[in-house]
């Protein structure tokens, strides 16, 4: 599980750029699958029979894109500026890595220096228009052989260990990605669809096709989620913290989550000693809320690996909650096998 995030989390896969992912993905699953499928948007959906088939569709649900940046313009002096994709606190851009384009060419966000900031200027966020991209190029013509408008770019930042935290950029949410291929390559005790879906970051757009195609009637989300647990915010303002176990959530600012499904999840988790917790705060959203609405209306229940620094280069995550993941969803794919019998 670890060594499959890892090689996740080092793929380019900005949203509605996915394609290094899914790839990789494809190729580990289509020996265990028993259908593939990939609609117009770039979602990929496998079938997997396992011991029973249930009455009614389950679905299982990743998104494969990451936050990243886009270039919007060329400066004269060769300079790219650029727009996040995705929610990006703009704090964390200053000085960091960046790969550009299909080419992954090598790039390092600017600022003004220093020494020429005044007064108040000093004590304020940069605005993302206020940032640039250097690639090294001398001129807009030199820069233009490089890179082009509408290049996608990466944080450039490679999975390491740290402590007992893996550190990487996109855990959120190739960790749910690593969890369904070990799912797939695993014996299942019933029929699942697997969703790995695209653009979450930019408004959950890949799973509301994915769930108007497969059309399933209980579905659950595996993600990474905010871990606030840091040392100078308020306890009130704790959303969910890394390291106290896996993150089944009531409620976020998108969905309110199937009781009973969340339920058995818990009662999943009891049974094999998994540690968990839920969210302090309404907050944060997953692709649970376009499952949740589409045509027919679809139960849904999540699972998230708290998440520190999450959408940023440096994200950090627990590795007793990384490898639990799939173990939870087993279990709770043992349980609809039950309730969704007949």
Known sequence: ?????????????????????????????????????????????????????????????????????????IDECGVLRFDCVGGIDRRVLIGKRVLVGENKLPGVIGIKPVHLTEGDETKQTPKVDELYIDIGARSRESAESLATLGDVCLFDTQPEEIGSLLKARAIDDRVGCAAMIKLIESELPCDCRFVFTVQEEVGCRGAAAAAARVKPYAALVLEGTTATDTPDLDEGKVICRAGEGICIPVMDGGTIYDRELSAELRGCADALCIAHQTKRRVTGGTDASAVQRSTQGVRVACAAVPVRNIHSPASMAHFSEIEALPQLALAFLRRCAEMFAE
């Open 1 to 73: 599980m670890l060594e499959t995030l890892k090689t996740l989390c080092s793929l380019g896969g900005v949203s509605g750029s996915e394609d290094e992912v899914r790839e990789y993905i494809l190729a580990r699953c289509l020996p265990y699958a028993d259908s593939i499928d990939t609609d117009a948007l770039g979602s990929l959906c496998i079938f997997k029979r396992g011991a029973v088939t249930p009455a009614k569709e389950i679905m299982l649900c990743a998104h494969m894109d990451e936050v990243g940046l886009i270039v919007t313009s």
